[in-house]
């Protein structure tokens, strides 16, 4: 069984550590799973555990790798073969600088499999300075909601699937699908990995800066006050859709995106929570790609353009 390492060890990140974590039913260490996150939920996690709160109650997981920065895991003697990235998509690039200049690519992580486990679009693009080769770089999604509850504390608030790129190795997918299903959970390798990517763009460019400029929670985007908003947003990223090859119908898309926002009514989307917490946010990645690619196909997206500028200028009206 491949060790791993979870870089980013925030909401997702640490319960996504807790997925792929070895059951470990009598209290002991788990040793082949190590987080890398904030120094103060790294250090809560070390002192007294990573609880994780569920529909049936709360766990306390420990975990031998702890690590709050990337020299702290050099200096250690942990040797993961995957490497989940479950960090902010502007993040990337300081991670990638990061990564080149530690000589870890070159020693301890060689062969170490890297999975994007990420909000957004073009997060491949942002890995490319790295020059790993093909196998070793693979995108995924996850639609589970979870909320950062305090530190060393997560909460899940909604269960959902993770798609990983059927790239991966058949022996590290039987490997995740067994930690996850042992939890009660699913994780799958779609040959249509791009289509279920786009349908997850399509979801986030609508609800996320929605909410975020509204303050709402995910059911605020049903209002018919806001179905004309949420219906050109979606116009705009299907006609990139189909510019970029993925068969995609306006209809079908805004019908899935009002789905997800009428099963998840009363999450707090992780643009809001960014808003909410003075953050940036990950608006770049999610209309910003919408806006970027219409660009380069020669078509125009003025209302996922509002919607870049209008959550910037809440950052920025924060910033002050």
Known sequence: MPDALIYGAGAIGSFMGYLLSEGTPDGGMVDDVGLLGRERHIKKIKESGLEVV?????????????FSSLDEFSSSSFRPELVVVCIKTYSLPALCRELAASGLLDGRLSNA????????????????????????????????GVKFAGEGRVELKGKGRTAIEARLDEGMQKHLQQRLAEKGFKVDFPADYAVQQWNKLFVNAVINPITALTGEENGAILSPLLQGTARQIVREAVAVAIREG????????????????????????????????GRMTEIDSINGYVVRLAGRHG????????????????????AQ
């Open 54 to 66: 569920l529909p049936d109650g709360a766990k306390s997981i420990r975990f031998r790798h702890c």
């Open 113 to 144: 499999v890297f999975v994007l486990l990420m909000n957004g679009m073009g997060n491949r693009d942002a890995f490319a300075p790295l020059s790993l080769p093909a196998p070793r770089l693979l995108e995924g999604i996850t639609a589970m």
């Open 246 to 277: 993925i068969s995609a119908d306006e209809a079908g898309i805004l019908e899935l995106v009002n789905s997800v926002a009428g099963k998840t009514a009363a999450n707090t989307s992780s643009m809001l929570q960014d808003v909410l917490k």
């Open 299 to 318: 078509l125009v997206a003025p209302v996922n353009e509002a919607m870049v500028a209008l959550v910037k200028s809440m950052g920025q009206r924060k």
